[in-house]
């Protein structure tokens, strides 16, 4: 039988903790679909189970572990943040009457990235 530590469980956890931050669109920013994730993974070579979004991206993440693939895959979500923020900003360049709702989702998109390089830094530390 195999043994897990405590810390084995708090990586767990944590990693449970962030895969619902990057699914929760109030807290990054943007609703990362189930075609999203696909497409994150497929675009790094990593199978991606299907499931509901948390399960999905859960799984990608584990499956990146496996692969030494996290400072990629922390990458290509980033960069689909990126892309988000730019096509708002070019919305509320285009309809100025947006500008105020889109400030909201760019401040949320703005943590997404944030968390996003964080997690970059920590994968980089290990």
Known sequence: MARHSEHDND????????????ITPDIVG??????????VGRGLGL??????????LRGLFETAGQFEAVPALLAALDELLAGEQAAI??????HPAWEGSSRRWLDRL?????????????????
């Open 47 to 56: 199978p991606t189970p299907i499931g509901e979004r948390f399960q999905m």
């Open 89 to 94: 900003q070019d919305l509320a360049g285009r």
């Open 110 to 126: 703005a943590a997404g990235r944030a968390l996003l390089a964080e997690m970059r830094m920590q994968a980089d530390d290990l």
């Open 30 to 39: 943007v609703f990362l679909s189930r075609a999203d994730i696909m497409a």
């Open 11 to 22: 990586d767990e956890v944590g990693l449970n903790r962030v895969v619902r931050q990057l």
